[in-house]
């Protein structure tokens, strides 16, 4: 390269430098955005001083450390047993959700029947009607069957999972078909051919499905407090919504925050054991055959 070449290469190198460094303070002012608002809660769940109002503009700190919050919320209500409740709901949620969505896209994905394209078309399809305007239909028809305050009201629905089966099928067309045929010549079944080849490799999806099907039943509230009677079922975010009618807890931000930082917990473990495979799915989702 001519010196005169390299003197014009300088001035790109700057304004790349320069872009590089635009977005990067952009991403950390967004990152604040975020961050800020959670670390006010944590903080203020430990302030006893913040029992009857919150001050603004926010203290990073504490002015009265104290333990009380987290005992008066667990006093309040039994916030061990919603949680509880909420564990179980969503851990029989995704066993059942993530092995429907697998099963269904590995059949879409290597099988290739007649009409599978239709089937996955009427199943996206399904996706795009809310929540809301198959709500009552849904509570009438557990009603009439006798499944309403009961938890497979939550096991049965988790059967029809039309975005894990898209994501399955996106994933598994990516592994080679080559071992699907490699094991039905050797004389394995097709259900073995799943599980004992591509299940292994599904981890990283299967770990993407765990972390978004968690999200969204630990925070879903309508459908718990439509299809749950009794109050020793009720899920945390039920419990949550208690405090704004038990004895005043409304008045007192210290313990709902305290309330609220205990129910993020289980989300934030989740996401700190499975996001490697998450990223794990990012990363092999470039996979030719």
Do not use: H
Request: proline letters at 6%; glycine letters at 6%; charged letters at 10%.
């Amino acid at each position: 390269m001519t010196q005169q070449g390299a003197l014009a290469a300088v001035p790109g190198k700057r304004r790349g430098s320069a872009g590089q460094w635009l977005i990067a303070m952009i991403l950390l002012a967004g990152s604040l955005v975020m961050i800020i608002p959670f670390l006010w809660m944590v903080m203020t769940s430990f302030d006893w001083g913040a029992r009857l109002n919150i001050s603004f503009p926010p203290k990073l700190w504490p002015e009265e450390p104290s333990l009380k919050p987290y005992r008066a919320a667990f006093t309040n209500i039994p916030m061990t047993k919603y949680i509880f409740n909420s564990l179980f709901i969503s851990v029989g949620v995704i066993l059942v959700s993530a092995l429907s969505a697998l099963l269904s896209g590995y059949a879409l994905s290597k099988l290739r029947f007649k009409g599978s394209n239709a089937v996955l078309l009427l199943a996206l399809s399904t996706m795009m009607i809310p929540f809301e305007m198959t709500m009552i239909p849904q509570y009438l028809l557990f009603s009439k069957i006798g499944l309403i305050d009961s938890y497979w009201a939550f096991y049965l629905p988790a059967l029809n999972y039309a975005f894990g089966t898209f994501l399955a099928k996106a994933f598994i067309d990516q592994l080679p078909s080559a071992l699907r045929e490699a094991a039905v010549i050797d004389g394995a079944r097709e259900l073995s051919v799943f599980w004992r080849i591509y299940l292994p490799l599904c981890m990283p999806i299967i770990a993407t499905m765990i972390i978004l099907l968690f999200l969204g039943v630990w925070n879903d509230m309508l459908w718990p407090l439509l299809a749950l009677k009794s109050a020793s079922k009720y899920t945390i975010q039920i419990g949550l919504a208690m405090f704004t009618y038990n004895n005043g807890i409304n008045q007192q931000p210290a313990i709902i925050m305290a309330a609220t930082t205990v129910s993020l917990i289980p989300i934030v473990v989740v996401y700190l054991f499975l996001q490697r495979y998450i990223i794990e799915s990012i990363a092999l989702s470039g996979i030719k055959q």
